[in-house]
């Protein structure tokens, strides 16, 4: 590796926690690595119907990288997650792509990884590294980019909230729910405040963000309410008839809310570098099964929208298991 660019990699490396470093590194490695596995084996050409690829499966994974390289200021990765992203994109939606397509950008993206891993490992100790992250600190990198995305959208920014925050969670769920939140912002400053701003009526408040943790009867819920022009309960209904989706499956808000989990679906006319894809609430849902939990969407009374993530105690996991 040239002097340069190991320069600049230290360069990038430097602009974000350790802890924040080494949670990326160890969740971005694993998933990198499944989707070579799923693809080690193909052959030929690649269509979405294929029964040897889950190309949904692909896209959460990468796209989860992407959000997390974001989120660490690494620029080279998130580019390169992103690269894969259009591949898969053109799967996704009928297209026919030769399977050393996909193959070559999931290399060229486990090489860039290779580069940051390698120089982080080289620069940073295991013992300079912190092992234990909390809520809070997981929460921190996460709103200086809320921060710095305002300033770019020329938005207001009006506070950003936890409340509550009693609640022990194991490293599986900080380091679940640090994912999540890679997702989640994104989908709220694009979809709540910076998409429909262009739209006649809508009057964009300062941006307000509130988490509150709850236990109740044998869960631990995690709640994140915006105050942007929540979800409009009728294009979502509009598109999902687009899609094929019955009507007998719309029969209640409840119902039409539940569709914005499934793979593939958006409501955006467009897509950006951050959302678009119909990936972020169906990679949220797979984080939260993951570990036996569940998520759900709804627009708050007050205005907005609020999305809920619920894990089970270790009082109920223990009680299941032996129930």
Same mark, same amino acid.
């Given at each position: =590796?040239?002097?340069?660019?190991? @320069?600049?990699?230290?360069?990038?490396? @430097?602009?974000?926690?350790?802890?924040?470093?080494?949670?990326?590194?160890?969740?971005?490695?694993?998933?990198?690595?499944?989707?070579?596995?799923?693809?080690?084996?193909?052959?030929?050409?690649?269509?979405?119907?294929?029964?040897?690829?889950?190309?949904?499966?692909?896209?959460?994974?990468?796209?989860?990288?992407?959000?997390?390289?974001?989120?660490?200021?690494?620029?080279? @990765?998130?580019?390169?997650?992103?690269?894969?992203?259009?591949?898969?994109?053109?799967?996704?939606?009928?297209?026919?792509?030769?399977?050393?397509?996909?193959?070559?950008?999931?290399?060229?993206?486990?090489?860039?990884?290779?580069?940051?891993?390698?120089?982080?490992?080289?620069?940073?100790?295991?013992?300079?590294?912190?092992?234990?992250?909390?809520?809070?600190?997981?929460?921190?990198?996460?709103?200086?980019?809320? @921060?710095?995305?305002?300033?770019?959208?020329?938005?207001?920014?009006?506070?950003?909230?936890?409340?509550?925050?009693?609640?022990?969670?194991?490293?599986?769920?900080?380091?679940?729910?640090?994912? =999540?939140?890679?997702?989640?912002?994104?989908?709220?400053?694009?979809?709540?405040?910076?998409?429909?701003?262009?739209?006649?009526?809508?009057?964009?408040?300062?941006? %307000?963000?509130?988490?509150?943790?709850?236990?109740?009867?044998?869960?631990?819920?995690?709640?994140?309410?915006?105050?942007?022009?929540?979800?409009?309960?009728?294009?979502? %209904?509009?598109?999902?008839?687009?899609?094929?989706?019955?009507?007998?499956?719309?029969?209640?808000?409840?119902?039409?809310?539940?569709?914005?989990?499934?793979?593939?679906?958006?409501?955006?006319?467009?897509?950006?570098?951050?959302?678009?894809?119909?990936?972020?609430?169906?990679?949220?849902? %797979?984080?939260?099964?993951?570990?036996?939990?569940?998520?759900?969407?709804?627009?708050?009374?007050?205005?907005?929208?609020?999305?809920?993530?619920?894990?089970?105690?270790?009082?109920?996991?223990?009680?299941? %298991?032996?129930?």
């Amino acid at each position: =590796m040239q002097q340069s660019q190991t @320069l600049a990699i230290i360069s990038d490396l @430097l602009n974000t926690s350790k802890q924040t470093l080494n949670s990326f590194f160890s969740e971005a490695n694993v998933r990198i690595e499944k989707v070579k596995q799923r693809i080690a084996d193909l052959h030929g050409t690649i269509e979405s119907m294929d029964p040897g690829i889950d190309i949904h499966e692909i896209f959460r994974e990468i796209h989860t990288v992407k959000g997390g390289a974001r989120i660490a200021k690494l620029g080279k @990765l998130s580019h390169a997650a992103h690269e894969v992203e259009e591949v898969a994109h053109q799967i996704r939606e009928g297209g026919t792509v030769h399977k050393d397509a996909l193959i070559q950008s999931v290399d060229v993206l486990g090489e860039v990884f290779s580069l940051y891993y390698n120089v982080f490992n080289h620069v940073f100790t295991a013992s300079e590294i912190e092992t234990a992250p909390s809520l809070l600190s997981i929460l921190v990198p996460h709103q200086q980019r809320i @921060l710095s995305d305002l300033h770019r959208a020329k938005l207001k920014y009006g506070g950003f909230a936890v409340e509550d925050d009693s609640i022990d969670w194991s490293e599986a769920e900080i380091r679940s729910l640090n994912e =999540m939140f890679c997702h989640i912002f994104s989908n709220i400053l694009d979809h709540s405040f910076i998409i429909p701003r262009d739209k006649s009526g809508f009057i964009c408040p300062p941006v %307000k963000i509130t988490i509150s943790c709850v236990r109740k009867r044998g869960w631990k819920e995690i709640r994140i309410a915006d105050n942007g022009r929540g979800i409009d309960l009728d294009s979502v %209904k509009k598109r999902a008839l687009q899609r094929g989706i019955p009507l007998s499956m719309l029969t209640n808000d409840e119902a039409v809310l539940s569709i914005l989990f499934s793979d593939g679906f958006s409501t955006a006319n467009e897509v950006t570098a951050t959302s678009g894809r119909g990936v972020g609430l169906s990679a949220i849902r %797979k984080l939260a099964e993951d570990l036996g939990g569940h998520a759900s969407i709804a627009n708050h009374s007050a205005g907005g929208a609020v999305l809920m993530i619920s894990f089970p105690t270790h009082e109920s996991q223990h009680a299941l %298991k032996y129930a």
